[in-house]
């Protein structure tokens, strides 16, 4: 399993045990089913975790190092290479108003509640236009795919630079100029391949 | 408000409080004298005096080991010291010489002497006063006409929660004779800092005789200060 | 051809017809940088307003008698503070922060949700200003306290305002389920390569564990406000005992969200203090691997505990609640412990954001120490729902979260803003804070036990008079303090001297980038050794090996 998954798995194995425990203890309903669902619900997650981690190919661990990442102490991953193919940074989304519409109109959906159904309606349009125009931002953006990492070091004594813009190196990257593809390497949402830039 | 220091139960149940307390009171003055002892040393002595980096130390097993264990050993001695003290508090009295039907509601209380049927009751500005006999044991059986309050004796270090749709029953032995400020403690709108009710302890003979006249003439509550 | 030392970037779409400018810039930013800032102006905003409302509070109970106000408007009064401070600013400004910071420390450049992100956050501005709308309307705002028991808050207090109440934290709620789900999904998988979860900082940590609470603690809450809307304006009866619900099934649920809320407030806080003092101790973290466990034990625990606010109710299993929450000390005395570890033959500096954390362990502990009594049901039935336990908490929300906060603000201020704060004024706000703070809530310990209920308008008592007019003067003094610091904060942000990337010689990845950081956070990551980039970049061969955890180098 992944250290992540130990996260999720010790959180299920505590809300299980000590639901089980408090049962015993005090036969109460409400604390009892509250501490198995914290004990279900971290767990679903760890599992989802440790299946995904199986489809990826993790390599295979031995029962004792398994045990002891779920213990808290992982075996020292040895110092390999950096796996600079998982660094898809990947494309910053731009601004957009919808996230704000988004909030604006579930505040208001759920004020209505209070003060009648006219301003539920209402909230619920704001929100089902905010989703649409959410939608259609991430799948314009999406067509720009993912950007590859540049695996290439730069100089070892580059110390940052004091200016917040842009580096010269950023600027010399021309979001229109295709990136060598790295054969059979493609990850992400969107197509991988960077289009011109969308206004 | 020195007294606030180690508080004093009049009850039997309390003295089992303010043992706990006092106990507790130890190991916390010990604990935070260790530790603010440490924290003002280390202040003092390792202030920077130099640009020198200091020994890089990432940890030590054993006094992590040590400082988690012997915690836990104190903590379980505190869990046990509580388990006793809630017994003696909780543990119900074999044979009550009394109980008293005690309902909260917005903003005062009524006490009714189930044997008897007498009756006290406040209401605005009209403090109602609990008459027990000192010496015995009074059940007190304690509900809510509304929401939620909390019946709550300072010097008996004793509380409970009234709570519409329960029942909640506790013996309460009043070891000195005198006048027991009584406050609603659980707040419960309006006029919650209001809610007052005393609990007057006096000795047996004179309950008797209170007793006989309330049920006579049905006692209302003491005018209130 | 890969590299293992420095990462460069991948080019971003930095061209953009045209760049938004001012309040368009805010509204529609999805930057986690201006999100940060947001969360935290926000927060510090409806801080101001909940600490003027405790002010108010200290005014009136200063003396006997109803002096400035009278019983509904203290009620309300009371009620709003407690909720605006607790649900609507403590939390929050660790969100702030750790949107700002996370990315930055774990090398992402931005969380895994942006919009998402955004999106959170003005759920938080709109969820706040509806509750702060309960001012407004007829019968003004929520009187129940912050914790709202039925059927006071059901039956007895019709009216907007609790209605609003209900509905604005309920979207607060929302925000905080969608940002622990994005910052979650952020530790978990944005991490720069190198950076096992073992390698992360401890505020990251803090987080970590932070947003897991809120993720499951937070359903709770939304489904306690939906069942109070429901028996307020829909005819249902969850609470109602004389129809066959129960009043205790609220305390229960309301609980189990409330317990681990206070520990979502404070974890962070937790990880601040061990970011802090190793940078101005100039040493690792102690035990950092015990540090991380204890954060998942009080984490556990934190579920574990929620009846011991109802010891009183007689409904409750009193001895499994008693263990659990006197354990929970445990692991927190081990992060004390450590913390003084980590000073233990340093170098220390004493800036302004040390000295906040040195006030924050000694009156942590006190909070600490006091939360032990109350985990003894005996001691519990003597002080419960007096202001002991009002004295208990505010030492840890007002020492334990405002020393944190004010540690964290010193320390990441540079970073946010690419200025300093006045080292001067830091010392005297440091101190008016300490000074404020312990005559306003020590005495409130002595009064408590002798008996002073707490959420009252007034008492007759005479002889709690002068603790409460000690107590009232210290509040004063903590307002000036903060004051001061809003001063600090604002002359600074335009005129405070230039900070450079690394004003503290920090130990963690954001200190690596400039003051304030490029639009996507680096220019270069170096690699990732030890929990301490920064510092093995600083110190690099020379230093070599030192900084790794499990080294020789421990007993």
Not at chain 1, 164 to 193: C, F, I, L, N, V
């Amino acid at each position: 399993m992944t250290d992540e998954a130990a996260v999720m798995l010790r959180v299920s194995a505590f809300g299980f045990v000590a639901g089980a425990i408090y049962w015993f203890l005090s036969y109460e309903w409400l604390g009892t089913v509250a501490l198995l669902l914290l004990g279900a619900g971290p767990g679903f997650a760890g599992l989802i975790l440790v299946h995904e981690q199986r489809q990826r190919g993790g390599a295979a661990e031995s029962r004792a190092n398994t045990l002891r990442r779920f213990a808290g102490f992982p075996p020292r991953d040895p110092e390999g290479p950096d796996d600079l193919e998982a660094e898809d940074l990947g494309v910053l989304p731009l601004p957009t108003i919808w996230p704000f519409a988004a909030g604006l109109g579930v505040a208001i959906l759920l004020t209505g509640l209070i003060y009648g159904l006219w301003l539920v309606v209402l909230g619920a349009g704001i929100c089902a236009y905010a989703t649409w125009g959410w939608l259609a931002a991430v799948n314009r953006e999406n067509r720009y795919g993912r950007v590859m990492a540049d695996t290439r070091p730069s100089s070892p004594a580059a110390a940052p630079a004091e200016a917040t813009g842009p580096t010269p190196a950023a600027a010399a990257r021309d979001p229109a100029e295709e990136p060598p593809q790295r054969p059979g390497r493609r990850r992400g949402r969107g197509r991988g391949r960077s289009g011109p830039a969308d206004g | 408000m020195a007294a606030g220091c180690a508080p004093r139960s009049v009850t039997e149940q309390g003295r089992a409080i303010e043992g706990a307390y006092n106990l507790f009171l130890y190991v916390a003055a010990v604990v935070f004298a260790l530790v603010s002892g440490l924290v003002v040393w280390s202040v003092v002595r390792y202030r920077r005096r130099g640009d020198e980096l200091p020994e890089q130390t990432h940890g030590h097993n054993t006094l992590e080991l040590l400082w988690t264990l012997i915690p836990t050993v104190i903590v379980l001695g505190l869990f046990w010291v509580t388990l006793q003290a809630q017994d003696e508090v909780q543990t119900p009295a074999s044979r009550p010489a009394l109980t008293v039907d005690a309902t909260a509601f917005q903003w005062s209380w009524r006490f009714r002497y189930e044997d008897s049927g007498a009756e006290v009751a406040g209401g605005p500005g009209n403090i109602p006063e609990l008459v027990v006999p000192v010496g015995q044991p009074v059940r007190v059986r304690l509900r809510s006409a509304d929401v939620v309050h909390s019946f709550y004796v300072p010097q008996a270090l004793f509380k409970r929660q009234a709570i519409p749709g329960v029942t909640n029953e506790f013996d309460l032995t009043f070891e000195k004779v005198g006048i027991y400020h009584g406050q609603c403690t659980q707040f419960c709108g309006l006029a919650h800092a209001d809610m007052m009710f005393r609990v007057r302890v006096v000795s047996q003979g004179e309950f008797q005789s209170w007793m006989a006249s309330a049920t006579r003439s049905g006692a209302p509550g003491q005018p209130g200060t | 051809m890969a590299s293992t030392t420095d990462l460069p970037l991948p080019a971003l779409p930095e061209a953009q017809p045209e760049k938004p400018a001012g309040i368009v810039d805010w509204v529609t930013t999805v930057d986690h940088k201006k999100i940060g800032i947001l969360y935290i102006v926000t927060s510090f905003a409806i801080f101001l307003v909940g600490g003027f409302l405790a002010l108010l509070v200290r005014t009136e109970l200063a003396r006997p008698g109803l002096q400035t106000m009278g019983l509904n408007t203290y009620n309300q009064v009371f009620s709003m503070h407690g909720t605006l401070m607790i649900f609507l600013f403590a939390a929050q400004v660790s969100t702030g922060l750790a949107n700002f910071l996370v990315p930055l420390q774990i090398g992402a450049a931005d969380v895994a949700f942006p919009r998402a992100n955004a999106m959170s956050y003005w759920l938080y501005l709109f969820g706040s200003l509806i509750v702060l709308s309960s001012f407004f309307v007829a019968g003004g705002p929520a009187a129940a306290g912050w914790t709202a028991y039925p059927p006071l808050s059901t039956s007895y207090l019709q009216g907007t305002g609790m209605d609003l109440w209900v509905i604005g934290l309920a979207v607060v709620g929302i925000a905080g389920i969608l940002g622990a789900v994005n910052l979650v999904t952020t530790i978990f998988r944005l991490r720069v390569p190198g950076m096992t979860m073992f390698r992360m900082p401890l505020f990251t940590w803090g987080v970590l564990v932070n947003q897991l609470l809120i993720l499951f603690a937070f359903p709770a809450l939304t489904a306690t406000l939906a069942m109070l809307l429901l028996d307020r304006k829909f005819g249902a009866d969850f609470f109602e005992a004389a129809v066959g619900g129960s009043q205790v099934l609220y305390q229960h649920i309301f609980w189990f969200f409330g317990h681990p809320e206070v520990y979502i407030i404070i974890l962070p806080i937790f990880g601040v203090i061990s970011e802090v003092i190793p940078v101005f101790a100039r040493k690792p973290l102690f035990g950092y691997r015990a540090m991380v466990f204890a954060f998942f034990a009080i984490a556990a625990l934190s579920f574990g505990v929620w009846a011991h606010h109802m010891f009183t109710t007689g409904v409750v299993y009193l001895p499994y609640f008693s263990l659990m929450s006197l354990l929970i000390a445990v692991p927190t005395g081990v992060k004390v412990f450590n913390w003084i570890g980590t000073m233990w033959r340093g170098s220390i500096r004493f800036t302004p954001a040390m000295l906040m954390a040195m006030g924050f362990i000694l009156v942590f502990v006190v909070g600490g120490i006091t939360g032990v009594f109350l985990a003894s049901p005996p001691i519990d039935f003597a002080v419960n729902d007096t202001y002991y336990v009002v004295a208990h908490f505010h030492y840890i929300m007002v020492g334990g979260l405002l020393f944190g906060m004010f540690a964290a603000f010193y320390f990441w201020f540079p970073k946010l803003t690419g200025r300093r704060l006045s080292e001067r004024l830091g010392h005297w706000q440091f101190w008016t804070f300490l000074i404020g703070f312990n005559l306003t809530f020590f005495v409130q310990f002595l009064v408590g036990l002798d008996g002073m209920p707490r959420r009252i308008a007034d008492y007759q008592i005479t002889r709690w008079t002068s603790a409460n007019e000690v107590s009232t003067v210290g509040s004063y003094l903590l307002g000036v303090s903060v004051l001061l610091f809003l001063w600090d904060f604002l002359m600074s942000v335009r005129r405070g001297r230039p900070a450079g990337d690394d004003p503290w010689e920090g130990n963690s990845l954001e200190w690596v980038t400039t003051s304030p950081p490029p639009h996507h956070n680096f220019h270069h990551i170096p690699p990732i050794h030890s929990e301490r980039p920064a510092f093995d970049r600083r110190h690099g061969e020379e230093l070599a090996g030192v900084s790794d955890p499990e080294s020789k180098d421990r007993g």
